[in-house]
Structures are given as C-alpha cells and as structure tokens.
C-alpha cells in the first residue's frame, strides 16, 4: 500500500459495494461564488450533483481513467492513478471511496476523504473529447465523488459551454429557429452564473429540474442547439453591471408577469407585460380546462394545512395588472374564508399558470358598467343601443367582436359545473416571469434576433461578454 498525502491506492479482493438510494438531483457547483459585476473574474468550472444508484461511469469512447482530486480553489485536476478500465464502481466502505473495476469487481483504488476531501475522476477522450456515461446520461466533464453515510455525491466537473450544450435541447425543443435558441443560451449561461441559493448547505449551485434549468449532458445535444451555444459563447446578460435574473417559462397565457406578483420580490428588468408572440405560433396544450368539486376542493385545501370546512365558493378576487391571477378565495358552509395569493394560486389549484379564471364559483358574474353590481347570469338580459333598441341576450352566448375577430364571452362565474364545484380555464404553462420560450419562438419565427427577444423580455438588460474564469472553461 502506497499512501500520499490524503489519498492511498492498493490491489486486492473487492469489498461488498453499498448502492445508494437516488434522488435525481443534478445541481451546478462553484467553489468560491462572489456577487458579479462586469470584469470580475470567477472560478470557471461547474459541478453537477447527484445520488447513484449504482456508482458506476463508463467511458463512452472507451479509454480508461485517471483518479485524483480537484484542487478546492482553482478546480483543476491532479492526477494520482491511471487505470486502464473502461467501466468504474465507486462505493463507500469504512468512511474511505472504493474504486473497482465495474466488470471483474477488482479493487483498483482507495481514496481516504478525510479533512473533506473527494475523489475525483478524469475520462481519456481516446483523442477526441472525453465523454462518460452515468445515470444512462452521457456527460461532458470529469466527476468528483463524496461520501455522504452510505451513499455517494456524485458530481460532474464540466466547462461553462458544455454544461449550456446539456441544457439547451432539455429546455427548449433542438429543432425550434436557431434565434430562440441563442436566446435560451443566453439565459441559460446568465442563470447558471447567478449567485447560488443552494451552495452553502448543499454544495451544489442549481438543481437538474425546471426547478432551475434541466440539465441532461450531451446526449439530446443538437448540430443546431450547439451552434447556438457556441455563436452566443461569452454572452450573458446584464442589468447595472450585474448578472440578470433571467427567468424564463414555457409560456405565459398572453402576458408576463412581475415577480412581485409571484413570489414577492422585484427586478427592474423582469415586467409584466402582454405579449403579442405567443398568438403568432402553434402552442400544443396552450389551453387548458380544470374541474374541482367542492369536496375535492375541500380536501385539497385541507392537505395543505388551510383551516377550512366544506367549501360552498370559489372566486378569482384579485388581478395583476397584466390580467394575471393575483388572489383567489374560497368560502366554506360557515362562511370562513382562504385566500390564496400570488404564486399559491397556482401550486395549490394545480394549474398550469396564473393566468386563468374560475367558473361556478357560487359567486361573481358580469359586471355592469364598472357599478360594482354583478348578474349571475345574462337570461332575460337586454342590451339598449344609443338610439334606443334593445336587443336581448338571455338564453345563447354571448360574443365580442374584437380587432382579431369575433369570440365567446365566457364569464368569470356562473354556472358552468352545475353548482357541484368549479370549472378553471387558463392559458399557459408556467410561473410567467420573464421570456416565453413559445414567445422567443414566435419572435425568431417573425425574424427578430436574439438581442431583440432578450431586450423585449427583459427590460433594460444589456448583453455583454463575460471575463476571467467563465469565460476561459467556456
């Protein structure tokens, strides 16, 4: 047995390997993580995390390995061991990382992760760039394991660029107008660079869900979303010398929305707005319909710890400016009230914006002539013309004829469920906040550029290429 420094590697019998549960958590690391302003540079590499089920990496080109550490500050890797093997297992056994070989069981390698210390491990590109399987995932990168009990934190070490060419095609769809791509490249590159909210107490700077960015590696990896990638390389978004807060959804119903009005905080640059894009391209599933009755009304409000008896009513009692759903109130048989506001609305009620409206509510109705009085329904409504005819209305439906054409008027209550619950009919998919990708579609369709779907869905951003580190492991 050869130790140095912290690490040791002996050959011997394979000891039992301990799989660990999986929780498909993929997050972006940075060792040292100040807020940026223009010209500051940035430790450059990223790091994915994850729990394994089987801690086993393949190297897709087949070459072998080298197993070392990544240096804390600078991120680069110092090679200890080279192995030939084309497959590894990473186990946990007495506190210390065991590297076999996956298919023989053969221990090649002990890591001794005192002091804080993780294992880290570097494909051989067998002269083309290094590529690795894991999670039936292909990565770009190297990896870095950390014990964590019995399981194994498993982390990609990857370049700016690749980690924006593993997002890219899992965010927005590869085939879409090379424009709304670099669009999302844009935003993805700027989101990633943001200071973390998860990296104090998990290491890790983004999660692999919607929840952050989805990220996937490099296998749905396009000709076209890489060209993206790499004609935008550099570029990042930015407001007052600061990285942007470049948020982004699948679409927004008709209008964005400002994050105040969703999770209560505020950016000058992410405003709500209507948006004319959307209408200008197919959306699959743009809108949507939702039935609650009262009793599943009843007990979805309960699960979420709200003190409520039955509920008799449900009503949309607030908007946003832009039109968006603001507050919503239900009423049990006792006449005690929730209210659900900004993003709640949304989680709560499962649905799939905030941009909807609530029917059968057992209250609302039409308004008349901004009174504050409301009819329940329109039978046996008439409508008086400025010379005098009247028209009636009860019975059929009722339309408006705007600039686009003539549509049904459906009102914000009524009886739609036949006084049984609610009906919800929204547009959209997602929190609204900041660009459409259906919009950046709509937008790059009509020929606009990147820079103009950037400047329209962020207001007052500027676009500039970012320096030091980042941009060096781009």
Request: hydrophobic fraction near 35%; include cysteine; aromatic fraction near 12%.
């Amino acid at each position: 047995m050869a130790f140095v420094q912290w690490c040791f590697a002996q050959a011997g019998r394979p000891l039992p390997f301990r799989t660990a549960s999986c929780s498909a958590l993929l997050g972006w690391y940075r060792q040292n993580r100040p807020e940026c302003v223009v010209g500051d540079p940035q430790p450059g590499d990223i790091i994915i995390y994850t729990f394994s089920h089987t801690g086993i990496v393949e190297s897709v080109q087949g070459g072998g390995f080298s197993l070392g550490w990544f240096d804390e500050e600078t991120r680069a890797f110092h090679e200890m061991e080279r192995v030939e093997e084309a497959r590894l297992a990473v186990a946990v056994s007495g506190g210390r990382l065991v590297v076999t070989a996956a298919d023989s069981g053969r221990v090649l390698f002990r890591f001794d992760c005192s002091g804080g210390k993780a294992l880290g491990i570097m494909p051989d590109g067998a002269g083309g760039k290094a590529q690795t399987r894991f999670e039936d995932c292909r990565w770009y990168g190297g990896f870095e394991f950390r014990p964590n009990g019995g399981k194994v934190n498993v982390i990609n070490v990857v370049g700016l660029d690749d980690y924006v060419k593993g997002v890219l095609p899992y965010e927005m769809s590869a085939d879409w107008p090379l424009e709304a791509l670099k669009a999302q490249a844009v935003c993805a590159r700027t989101y990633a660079l943001l200071p973390s909210r998860h990296y104090g107490t998990d290491r890790f700077d983004v999660c692999n869900t919607d929840c952050c960015q989805v990220y996937r590696g490099a296998g749905q990896a396009g000709a076209v979303s890489d060209q993206a990638v790499e004609e935008t390389a550099g570029i990042a978004a930015f407001y007052n010398g600061r990285y942007a807060e470049t948020y982004y959804c699948s679409s927004n119903g008709g209008a964005s929305e400002a994050p105040v009005n969703v999770w209560g905080n505020s950016q000058p640059y992410l405003v709500g707005k209507p948006d004319p894009y959307e209408e200008l391209t197919y959306i699959p599933g743009y809108d949507y319909t939702m039935q609650y009755s009262w009793s599943q009304l009843t007990s979805l409000l309960k699960k979420q710890g709200y003190a409520i008896g039955t509920v008799t009513s449900a009503r949309v009692s607030g908007t946003t400016p832009t039109g968006n759903v603001a507050e919503v109130t239900f009423r049990d048989a006792a006449g005690r009230t929730v209210v659900l506001t900004k993003e709640a609305c949304r989680k709560v009620l499962g649905t799939k914006s905030m941009r909807f409206t609530i029917a059968g509510g057992g209250s609302a109705g039409w308004s008349v002539n901004r009174s504050g009085g409301r009819l329940a329904s329109m039978d046996g409504v008439y409508a008086i013309s400025g010379g005098g005819r009247t028209g009636l209305f009860g019975g059929g439906a009722v339309y408006a004829i705007t600039a686009s054409g003539t549509s049904v008027l459906r009102a914000p209550g009524g009886a739609a469920s036949g006084g049984t619950g609610i009906t919800i009919t929204g547009a959209g998919w997602g929190h609204g906040v900041g660009m459409s990708q259906y919009g950046a579609k709509a937008m790059a369709e009509q020929g606009y550029t990147y820079e103009d779907i950037l400047l329209f869905y962020y207001t007052g951003i500027t676009l500039e290429r970012i320096s030091g580190r980042e941009a060096e492991s781009a």
